[in-house]
């Protein structure tokens, strides 16, 4: 099969190219692929929104190597498509693979705002940074109809309370009113995860992300409005975009970005299968290689699960990598002064006339 005929069975608009088996069902059914008829009739390329009502919607963090405590995810699976992404291991919980069904299964927790009020009402609870998007991008697609976003940051407001963000996605300016008032009060802070600046790879990695642009013009403009503003290079693939770094940091740090962190790729769980089988389709001349660098990255291993080596890897690689990260960050970043959130203002008790009306 030639790169060509490879890009060309790609499934537009998706990242996985197959569906994994669920390891919960009585019965699995090993890995499938979508055929033709399934393609033309819009199975997979269309997305499913399945609407769920939990009991709880904070999450604590128990990490202590990604930098928060507690997150929120508003969504469950990610029409974004990253075919990288951790997050495809946790939707066979919700009986659904963590391919293709990731992309287009997505479960809309309606009663999110709900949920959060009733737990920043809890007279147990002390003000500790809450994190949109530990897990699912809180921007995705679906929060154009949903804006359940939205309705979240609305009730930190009403709190007082801190908020982060983090997203690939430039839907986050539509909120950017929401985000001054915050910031008056410095409760907020948001992310823009930027991993290549080549538009096609970005398209062929996370198909329905914003575009390298209108990040780059996001960055520019949260930071234009006083929002303090960082950058993620997450994840670095080497072999794929190690080689950016330099020029992401750069570029962002113009854009007015004033930090940055970053992460290598690990693949735990299906995501191995599901990235190998779509560097077989998108990069077959270089999979081996792709796949060995990784390996090199975690002791010998796709995956690795090691609190305090996971996201930073070890080896020659993974030192080459640091080293490239800190160089870049130190040209044109300078001392990074980690932006502090207010918990001062924070109270329980908040009556709902508080709310301002966005």
Not at 160 to 180: F, S, Y
Not at 238 to 262: D, K
């Amino acid at each position: 099969m030639t790169k060509t005929q490879a890009l060309e069975k790609l499934i537009k608009g998706r990242g996985a190219q197959l569906n994994t088996p669920d390891p919960y069902a009585n019965l699995s059914k090993g890995i499938t692929r979508p055929d033709q008829e399934d393609l033309d009739m819009g199975a997979h390329t269309k997305s499913k929104y399945l609407m769920v009502h939990p009991k709880t919607i904070v999450n604590e963090v128990k990490s202590p190597d990604v930098g928060m405590e507690y997150s929120i995810n508003p969504y469950q699976g990610c029409e974004h498509g990253c075919i990288y992404c951790y997050a495809r291991n946790t939707h066979p919980y919700w009986g659904y693979s963590a391919g293709l069904d990731f992309e287009s299964k997505i479960l809309v927790k309606l009663n999110a705002a709900e949920l959060l009020r009733q737990h920043l009402r809890n007279p147990r609870w002390r003000a500790t940074p809450i994190v949109l998007s530990g897990n699912t991008d809180c921007y995705q697609p679906a929060e154009q109809k949903f804006k359940l976003t939205r309705s979240l940051l609305q009730v930190f407001h009403e709190f007082r309370h801190p908020v982060g963000i983090i997203t690939k996605n430039a839907l986050v300016q539509r909120d950017t009113e929401i985000l001054v008032e915050l910031q008056k009060d410095q409760l907020v802070k948001v992310i823009i995860s930027v991993t290549t600046l080549d538009d096609q790879l970005r398209q062929k990695m996370e198909p329905r992300t914003a575009s390298i642009k209108k990040r780059l013009q996001t960055i520019a403009h949260l930071a234009k409005e006083g929002i303090p503003v960082s950058v993620m290079v997450a994840p670095v693939i080497p072999g794929i975009n190690e080689h950016e770094i330099m020029e992401i940091i750069r570029i962002c740090s113009l854009m007015g970005a004033q930090s940055a962190g970053y992460a290598i790729a690990r693949l735990n769980g299906d995501v191995a299968t599901i990235f190998a089988d779509w560097l077989t389709l998108a990069f077959p001349d270089r999979k081996d290689k792709v796949l060995n660098k990784i390996s090199d990255c975690h002791g010998g291993k796709l995956s690795d699960s090691r609190f305090g080596t996971r996201m930073k890897g070890e080896g020659k690689i993974a030192e080459s990598i640091k080293n490239q990260f800190h160089l870049a960050v130190t040209k044109f970043m300078g001392n990074q002064d980690p932006v502090k959130l207010n918990t001062d203002l924070y109270s329980n008790n908040r009556s709902p006339q508080l709310q301002m009306d966005f």
